[in-house]
């Protein structure tokens, strides 16, 4: 199988020879929801309700105290697991209704019974329900009502919070309680407006331990659905097999969207852990075909886990995997493999019915051929992640359609010389296609409500003539490429080279991508083919730009560790006087004492740094992987390094001790 790596720019792939630049086709969804490809779902998971917070879908601490007795004319609600955050704004009419909550005061209640009359509260002291009475005394008018949600045991219901409509209430001063008339209601009967908004369980979140979330939630797609696409079929007489060899779906994606009472939708996904698909195909045909025959391909549905509100709303994700593939100019009987993957970038963000920029990144698959052959191969697949969602009546979806990698390929096979320049072997011409559209709004997911295109772009993938072996030239024979043992082969996705790859000489497809050192890049160049020197301000403050070339520093793909970076000379010394937006430490700044008020914005490093802490408001001491392969595990403390405002450079921490031993 060739090796050779695959570089997603059309200078580096001049070199090569001309291969076939294809136009983004137009591909439909086809697979209806009884497809024989339709996997089961899972069973779905119904979210609890989580205590009040000043923000709970972000993940900031519980309300520290309970004492507000107000009346109010929206109120937030949320529900959840260690994977889903789901919350409800729920708006009422002013003239004529208002919304209480119990968790609001529940400092101030001693108990709560729930009888079939309605609620009957007993507060601690005779203040507290003095206070109560003149703040609901609003109530006393007529035609007016309060929606009152408890999630106590006892009055919460079989779902663990309930609301109540009610009507009056009676204060007795002598037992310090408020017995309300009020019958058990729907949520939705009495809303006016609301948008419920769901989001993923933060990572690692500020909340309170009551709320029991302990990891993230990203959707994982993650879904291999290698297997036969297309069975022994016959195009004019002649019999095709199309097996998905190497197919799968990759990564997944963060997630917070809001759907509101109206209908709308806005929100955004994120792209996580290489978001993308492959599809590497395996061809089978016996016979000439001339004209072109296409077939519709319904390829896989993966329903994924629900996640449920109780008699709120609900989201349905699911992936669809269907698409047409195309023959034509068959000749011989041959056997070959080949195919192309995508890969969105970590952190791309997918907004509805706004914009993105990102630059997809491809890898090819094979090819092998066996026989002398001529052949072309189109193959148009659509991957559609979706999220059905519904808000009471309301219906709505979301997600994207990756249309992706959209193939050409152009195959022949000669004994004779007639293709390779006298020289018998395989020529393989190869373009890939790639579009993606966000889609959301009122509607089912088939039909991708408001879908807009955020990226369309075609490439140049391979395209070169490989000789036969020197035992070779026969039909029969399978030809590959050659191997290399250099370690890094491309240079990738850095922003300063709009997105594109440098080829280093080799054909090990491991990739650098210096995306996660944007701000720490001056200035780059390719050396020869053998290695990639740039200018780096990592060391500099504020990312002030560079006065010299002295600190340059080198990739070698030879074996050289990608981290040893030299730093370069900065414009000037000043040191850092703030530790600004630090994931660790909940976005606060930590004051340092300095001479100069330069921040360092430890955002930039935040994949290196394992803890982080302040000490004594003077300085700030943490453990950094940097220097670890691969943000390996920090194994030991032994390299805590110091920031030091008051003189010591940001390079000067050490590395700690890697898993591996880097």
């Not at 002295?550 to 040191?575: E, M, Q, R, Y």
Request: overall charge negative; hydrophobic content about 35%; proline content about 5%.
């Amino acid at each position: 199988m060739l090796a050779k790596s695959l570089l997603a720019s059309a200078a580096v792939f001049a070199s090569l020879g001309n291969a076939a630049t294809i136009p983004v086709r137009s591909v439909e969804r086809t697979a209806p929801a009884d497809s024989p490809a339709m996997i089961r779902r899972d069973d779905g998971t119904v979210l609890k309700p989580l205590p009040p917070s000043n923000n709970a879908a972000t993940g900031l601490l519980i309300q520290k105290s309970a004492t507000n007795v107000t009346l109010n004319t929206q109120e937030e609600f949320t529900w959840g697991n260690e994977n889903v955050i789901g919350s409800m704004t729920y708006k009422v009419a002013e003239a004529s209704r208002r919304v209480l909550y119990l968790s609001r005061f529940s400092d101030l209640v001693k108990s709560v019974n729930c009888p079939s009359s309605g609620p009957q509260i007993q507060f601690k002291d005779s203040n507290s329900v003095q206070e109560a009475q003149q703040a609901w005394g609003w109530l006393n008018s007529p035609s007016r009502s309060i929606v009152f949600v408890v999630d106590d045991d006892g009055c919460s219901g079989p779902d663990g919070r309930q609301p109540y409509i009610v009507s009056n209430i009676a204060y007795d001063t002598d037992s310090n309680s408020a017995t309300m008339t009020a019958e058990t209601g729907e949520w939705q009967d009495h809303i006016d407006d609301g948008v419920l908004r769901f989001t993923n369980a933060p990572a690692n979140p500020t909340l309170d331990k009551r709320l029991s979330i302990d990891k993230g939630g990203s959707f994982d797609i993650s879904k291999n659905f290698s297997g036969t696409i297309l069975p022994p079929t016959q195009f004019d007489g002649v019999t095709v097999q199309v097996d998905c060899a190497d197919c799968e779906t990759t990564g997944g994606f963060d997630y917070d969207f809001s759907v509101s009472f109206s209908g709308g939708v806005s929100g955004q996904l994120t792209a996580t852990n290489s978001l993308g698909v492959k599809f590497g195909l395996q061809v089978t045909a016996d016979g000439s075909l001339t004209s072109a025959k296409t077939e519709t391909l319904e390829i896989a549905q993966f329903p994924l886990s629900e996640f449920s509100i109780p008699h709120v709303g609900g989201i349905t994700p699911e992936i669809t995997v269907n698409g047409q593939i195309s023959l034509e100019n068959l000749s011989a009987k041959f056997t070959s493999l080949f195919g192309v993957g995508v890969v969105i970038p970590d952190g791309s963000t997918l907004s509805i019915g706004g914009d993105s920029s990102f630059s997809p990144s491809f890898s090819q698959i094979g090819p092998t051929i066996d026989g002398s052959v001529s052949v072309e191969v189109t193959l148009d697949p659509l991957t559609t992640f979706d999220i059905s969602a519904s808000f009471f009546t309301k219906s709505v979806s979301i997600g994207f359609g990756l249309k992706a990698p959209l193939i050409d390929a152009k195959i022949a096979a000669s004994t004779d010389g007639a293709i390779c320049s006298g020289t018998p072997g395989v020529s393989i011409d190869v373009g890939a296609g790639f579009e993606l559209d966000v889609f959301g709004g009122i509607g089912a997911a088939k039909n991708e409500p408001n879908a807009k295109s955020l990226k369309a772009a075609s490439v140049d993938v391979f395209s070169k003539c490989i000789p036969f072996d020197d035992n070779s030239g026969s039909s029969g024979t399978s030809t590959t490429g050659s191997a290399s043992t250099i370690t890094y082969a491309t240079l990738c996705t850095d922003p300063d080279l709009g997105g594109q790859c440098i080829a280093l000489n080799g054909t090990n497809s491991v990739c650098i991508d210096l995306t996660d050192f944007n701000d720490q890049i001056g200035s780059i160049q390719q050396e020869a083919d053998t290695e990639c020197s740039f200018f780096t301000d990592f060391g500099c403050a504020g990312n002030e730009p560079i006065k010299s070339a002295t600190g340059t520093g080198v990739i070698n793909p030879l074996g050289g560790d990608f981290h040893a970076l030299s730093s370069a000379s900065c414009v000037n010394s000043n040191k850092f006087a703030t530790l600004c937006s630090d994931h660790d430490l909940g976005g606060q700044c930590v004051d340092l004492v300095g001479p100069e008020n330069a921040c360092l914005n430890l955002d930039n490093f935040n994949d290196q740094i394992g803890s982080i802490q302040q000490v004594q408001g003077v300085e700030c001491s943490f453990w950094t992987d940097f220097g670890c392969q691969g943000n390996e595990p920090i194994i030991s403390a032994t390299g805590t390094g110091t920031i030091n405002p008051e003189g010591n450079d940001i390079n000067s921490f050490s590395s700690a001790q890697c898993s591996s031993g880097h």
